[in-house]
Each structure stands twice: as structure tokens, then as C-alpha cells.
């Protein structure tokens, strides 16, 4: 699969006849928010796991260099906590260009996590929803695959790309989850890695 993506997500999942979608945010989607939205709500997926295995050609990299960012690789039993969007369809025009390096949009159940705004279910009493989230599988272009937490660190500490280092990613993503109470062992233990290798 090609690893830009903008033309497959418009094909294979049109979003137009809906009022309004949720978006899972997993990664940078969870710090940086440069899309409007009309509500955020903290939640979680089941049986998906955060991985530094998607190479990045056009935000924390280039073709010639890629840098590593996050997908999700299917793991029964995990669970992985983020941000998600209530968003109009229109959106994903700006959001399809932004994740265009080999990400497609599924559908998959989001559950609202307890937030300062919304201590109970988070969604006038139903804890569940559908949203989109966008993986990077092992078939697109840009795949890299597993590799050591201080392979994956050195690997950071050294790209940098249009949207600025990768070390910044990381370090904004680590932030964020601590933000929301949240520990992911694989991301912790890179970040660690790489604070070794930081000047
Ligand atoms: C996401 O954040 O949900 C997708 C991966 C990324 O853009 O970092």
C-alpha cells in the first residue's frame, strides 16, 4: 500500500451524510489540536496497544530520513487511553492530510474515561461510542516495525522533520499522558532512553 493515504480513507470510508463523527486521538492527535472541534472527551480503545513502529516521512522526518511515531498494533487484552473529538465531517479533510503517511481511518468502540468536566460515564449516561482512530498497519510504505526501546531512542534523538524534532513527539506525547493519569510502559521507556541521550 502506497504510503500516502489522503485518496484511500475518501474512498473507503465517505463521512459526508453524518452530522458529526468522534475521532480517537492515540498520539500527537492527543497535544496538538490545530482542527476545530466541538467537544473532547478523555477515552480509551480495547485490544490496541501504542507501538513506535510507523515511520515518519513528512511531520518528524523526510522520505530520505524517516522518523518514528506512533500506531496501534492489535493486542487482545490491551487497552490504550486518549483524547477523542467530536468533529464535523468537513474535518477530515485537514485531518486526512495530516495523517496521510500510511494511516486509514477505521471504525472501532471508543469508552469514555472519568474527566474533571464529566466524573461520570462522560456521555449523557452511554459509556460507549463508535469513532474513527487512524492505524498505520504493517502493509503501508512507511511501516517500520519493532525494534529495541534504545534502538527506537537513538532513532528519535536523531530525526526531525517539517513539524520539528521527533524528540518533541515523544516528549509532548509522555506529557500529555501523565497529564491524564495515564502510564504506557513502551512510551515511558523510550522517553527514558532518550532523556540519556538529551544534552
Ligand atoms: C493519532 O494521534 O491518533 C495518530 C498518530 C499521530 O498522529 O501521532
Excluded at 49 to 74: I, K, Y
Excluded at 152 to 167: E, L, M, Q, V, Y
Excluded at 169 to 196: C, P
Aim: glycine share 8%.
Amino acid at each position: 500500500m502506497s504510503h500516502n493515504t489522503i485518496a484511500l480513507n475518501k474512498q473507503r470510508q465517505p463521512l459526508n451524510h453524518l452530522d458529526s463523527v468522534w475521532l480517537f486521538g492515540y498520539g500527537s492527535l492527543i497535544y496538538k489540536t490545530d482542527f476545530a472541534y466541538l467537544d473532547a472527551k478523555p477515552a480509551c480503545i480495547y485490544g490496541w496497544q501504542r507501538r513506535f513502529w510507523q515511520g515518519s516521512h513528512d511531520h518528524r522526518g523526510t522520505p530520505e530520513a524517516p522518523g518514528r511515531v506512533l500506531t496501534l498494533v492489535e493486542t487482545p487484552g490491551a487497552r490504550c487511553a486518549g483524547m477523542a473529538y467530536q468533529v464535523t465531517p468537513d474535518t477530515f479533510e485537514h485531518l486526512d492530510h495530516r495523517e496521510k503517511n500510511g494511516y486509514l481511518r477505521v471504525f472501532t468502540p471508543l469508552h469514555w474515561l472519568p474527566s474533571s468536566d464529566n466524573s461520570e460515564s462522560g456521555n449523557s449516561g452511554h459509556d460507549e461510542t463508535e469513532g474513527v482512530v487512524y492505524l498505520a498497519s504493517a502493509d503501508n510504505e512507511a511501516y517500520l516495525g519493532p525494534a529495541s526501546d534504545a534502538e527506537i531512542a537513538a532513532h528519535i534523538a536523531k530525526s526531525r522533520g517539517p513539524s520539528g524534532p521527533n524528540s518533541e513527539y515523544l516528549l509532548k506525547l509522555a506529557q500529555a499522558l501523565r497529564d491524564m493519569n495515564e502510564h504506557d510502559e513502551h512510551v515511558f521507556a523510550i522517553e527514558r532512553q532518550l532523556l540519556l541521550l538529551m544534552p
